[in-house]
């Protein structure tokens, strides 16, 4: 199959180089294309991150993490955006199959984009906090093994999910059913599978969880995530983010707030550098 490094169309964030458009997964167009940021400057390959976009598992796409993958790629990581097909296209397992190709894709091209293969972490917010979740506790479950042209592929070297659904046995409703193909007394293997916390083993990869106390997604999923990472003596890390709602997040005004994911507040993006920075290695 064909494939193409993308269109190299902007140097920019200090000397980026933006790959857009490259299709990991030829069959199913654009649903399955990423952009690829790359520091400039050439040298020994780098730590890289995956970013998989929330959006309830029907809406969204790989524009919604540009800015953060310019701010990674200025702190000396490759960052991947991608994009991944919604429901009803991508009805479970289709979207974490797609995920996973995308890893999969980014170790077989390694080299055509400077990236250390053996150093690729994967961050989400909301749907995307849940999959890349998944991808760190179950990415060699059978259902999930993608069958595109670059094959299955191995754990993402560290998981870094946002705000995400970690139980969809909990308060199931009609998001969940459309994203799982049914309710949960009609497909309760998908209820179970596709939750992270069901998934969780020993030798998974390290994780940093970032949760808002005043989310909408209830914070003690995140926490019974924790818990279980840590039952099972995994490296994990958990940071709650006082004030912060699913798009809202407290400014240092009083009472003041602002549209942005946690997973973007200052306090995050601190905690998340040098988690990276400690489980992966300096760029």
């Known amino acids: ?47 890289a991150i995956m970013l998989i ?14 800015e953060a993958a310019e701010r990674y790629a200025a ?15 991508g009805v479970y397992p289709a979207m974490v199959q797609d995920c996973l190709c995308a890893l999969s894709f980014l170790r077989a091209n390694a080299e055509a984009y400077r990236i250390d293969r053996d150093r690729i972490a994967v961050s989400g917010y909301s749907a995307g906090g849940q999959l890349s979740a998944l991808l760190g506790v179950a990415w060699d479950h059978p259902a999930h093994q993608p ?3 670059w094959g299955p592929t191995g754990a993402p070297a560290a998981t870094i999910p946002g705000d995400g659904v970690y139980d969809f ?12 193909g049914g309710t949960l007394e009609e497909v309760p293997d998908n209820y179970r599978t596709a939750s992270p916390l069901f998934q969780v083993r020993e030798g998974a990869p390290p994780m940093l969880v970032i949760h808002g106390d005043d989310d909408i997604v209830k914070i003690e999923g995140a926490e019974a995530l ?51 920075h400690t489980r992966m290695g300096a760029p």
């Open 169 to 180: 046995t909990d308060d199931p409703n009609s998001w969940f059913e459309d994203f799982l």
């Open 53 to 66: 976009h929330g959006g309830a598992w029907r809406w969204g796409e790989r524009g919604n993490y540009t």
């Open 75 to 89: 702190a000396g990581y490759v960052a991947a955006t991608i994009d991944y097909r919604l429901v009803p296209a």
């Open 226 to 276: 924790v818990d279980a990472m840590h039952a099972k003596g995994n490296d994990v890390r958990f940071l709650d983010l006082d004030g912060a709602s699913h798009v809202v997040s407290p400014t240092t005004a009083t009472g003041g707030g602002y549209l942005q994911p946690t997973t973007d507040m200052p306090e995050a993006w601190t905690v998340t550098l040098d988690f990276l």
């Open 1 to 47: 199959m064909r494939w193409s490094l993308g269109l190299l169309v902007a140097a920019c964030g200090g000397g980026t180089e933006v790959y857009e458009g490259v299709r990991y997964d030829d069959r199913f167009g654009d649903a399955t294309a990423m952009d690829i940021h790359v520091p400039d400057g050439g040298g020994d390959a780098r730590p």
């Open 147 to 149: 069958d595109c042209e």
